[in-house]
């Protein structure tokens, strides 16, 4: 069965670097979103990508924050200057184009450590 | 805004029935979605409404009353694996985002 597949599973940083968060989302999707978790919180919205481009976005996904679809298969999240607060499991997902239901399949997340 | 609300913990015994509720308050609804979340693990889909009233799916089923932005889950014959978070989920926006709730960790003793 297709599935979302994400690396690293885990990262582990030094606050103010640079990390670049990796995923393949199932070939035949055309949405792709980020979401984040931080431990013991609720999952939250970062941003949607559809044709290329950003559909939505969140409060949270400020200027230190950037997506990219490099090629026709990887999707991936840039944190350009991380911060102690950047601490979360993020999940990339992506859901089939068109109709009323369109489940949202989750990678098995990254856990990013920023210390 | 966006408001979704979903009790924090719920314990339930083997074998029993638990019915998990959700209410919810956003601006835009293009449908309901539940999720299980084992720790440290991503959510994984259990049901979808988007049309007022009961959707099953095997031990799973979800009921919606969008007049009263109003959902549950229930789950039957729980079994000791059916331990783990619920995610009640609105979608909502013109990329079809998930709003989640904070999701009732529940727990099912022997």
């Known amino acids: 069965e297709p599935e979302v597949t994400q690396t690293p599973s885990h990262q582990v940083t030094q606050m103010g670097q640079e990390v670049i968060l990796r995923c393949v989302p199932i070939?035949?999707?055309?949405?792709f979103y980020w979401y984040r978790q931080i431990l013991g919180q609720k999952v939250e919205f970062l941003v949607s990508?559809?044709?290329?481009?950003?559909?939505?976005k969140s409060e949270i996904f400020d200027d230190q924050f950037s997506v990219e679809r490099p090629d026709g298969s990887n999707f991936t999240l840039k944190i350009r200057s991380t911060k102690l607060e950047d601490s979360a499991m993020y999940f990339c997902?992506?859901?089939?184009?068109?109709?009323?239901?369109?489940?949202?399949?989750f990678g098995p997340g990254t856990r990013l450590t920023v210390l | 805004g966006q408001n979704i609300d979903q009790p924090t913990e719920m314990t339930a015994t083997e074998g029993a029935i638990v019915q998990i509720n959700c209410t919810y308050q956003?601006?835009?609804?293009?449908?309901l979605f539940w999720y299980q979340q084992h720790a440290g693990e991503a959510p994984t889909f259990l049901s979808y409404?988007?049309?007022?009233g009961l959707e099953e799916k095997g031990r799973f089923s979800s009921f919606l009353s969008r007049s009263k932005g109003y959902s549950y889950l229930l789950l039957k014959e729980l079994q000791m694996k059916d331990s783990a978070s619920y995610l009640c989920?609105?979608?909502?926006?013109?990329?079809?985002?998930?709003?989640f709730g904070s999701g009732t960790q529940l727990t099912v003793l022997p």
């Open positions: 990508f559809y044709n290329n481009e950003i559909s939505e």
């Open positions: 997902a992506s859901s089939e184009p068109g109709g009323i239901y369109n489940e949202q399949f």
């Open positions: 070939s035949n999707h055309l949405y």
């Open positions: 989920a609105v979608v909502s926006g013109s990329a079809r985002q998930l709003t």
């Open positions: 409404n988007v049309l007022d």
């Open positions: 956003t601006s835009g609804f293009n449908g």
